[in-house]
Antibody
Framework: EVQLVESGGGLVKPGGSLRLSCAAS????????MNWVRQAPGKGLEWVSC????????YYADSVKGRFTISRDNAKNSLYLQMNSLRAEDTAVYYC?????????????WGQGTLVSVSS | QSVLTQPPSASGTPGQRVTISCSGS????????VYWYQQLPGTAPKFLIY???ERPSGVPDRFSGSKSGTSASLAISGLRSEDEADYYC???????????FGGGTKLTVV
């Protein structure tokens, strides 16, 4: 069974940093691109970032470019999101999602999400 | 303001057929596959339609996707109360090099 379990969320002050993790199991992690998608309270889905299978290609939404860094460790079946210079508008539930597609967008499995709150 | 445009709400009665539209442009919907996601209240999104009109195993054939030009649609036939959820379309955008989502459509089964 495919499982994606996010962790690392919490309350952080504006300007602070946080590192999210996503532990994957039930499939060959290194065979899939992985993504982060977020959802602010009461709002719609917003794609954040994608990393391809070996990390060769990485994409970011303009809203996080230069502040967030996506990475993966295929030996540990884990996906990460390093978030720096956090802003109030980064407050959201962050989901990791598996992507079997050639181009990002095909999110066939999602984690349950981890909540990031940015507030003073 | 989302790059893909969806109606904020839709409604139908049990057994009815409803459609949800998703309007984009030549750099996203016309050039790339469209995906649809269902989000039940308080839960993570669920994969519903891929490659414009393909259904993953386990998704009832009451759900169908279509695309024409720069627009796509999700149709739900034989509407059930458990279909009450938020629905999102998504696609890769060649010009922006990002995944774009629609703003979401809240479906109410009255």
């Amino acid at each position: 069974e495919v499982q994606l379990v996010e962790s690392g969320g919490g309350l952080v002050k504006p300007g602070g940093s946080l590192r999210l993790s996503c532990a994957a199991s039930g499939f060959t992690f290194s065979s899939y691109s992985m993504n982060w998608v977020r959802q602010a309270p009461g709002k719609g889905l917003e794609w954040v970032s994608c990393i391809t299978r070996t990390g060769t290609y990485i994409y970011y939404a303009d809203s996080v470019k230069g502040r967030f860094t996506i990475s993966r460790d295929n030996a540990k079946n884990s996906l990460y999101l390093q978030m720096n210079s956090l802003r109030a508008e980064d407050t959201a539930v962050y989901y990791c999602a598996r992507d079997p597609g050639i181009r990002p967008g095909h999110f066939d499995y999602w984690g349950q999400g981890t909540l990031v709150s940015v507030s003073s | 303001q989302s790059v893909l445009t969806q109606p904020p709400s839709a409604s139908g009665t049990p057994g009815q057929r409803v459609t949800i539209s998703c309007s984009g442009s030549s750099s996203n919907i016309r050039s790339n596959y469209v995906y649809w996601y269902q989000q039940l209240p308080g839960t993570a999104p669920k994969f519903l339609i891929y490659r414009d009109n393909e259904r993953p195993s386990g998704v009832p054939d009451r759900f169908s996707g279509s695309k024409s030009g720069t627009s796509a649609s999700l149709a739900i036939s034989g509407l059930r109360s458990e279909d009450e959820a938020d629905y999102y379309c998504a696609a890769w955008d060649d010009s922006l090099s990002v995944v774009v989502f629609g703003g979401g459509t809240k479906l109410t089964v009255v």
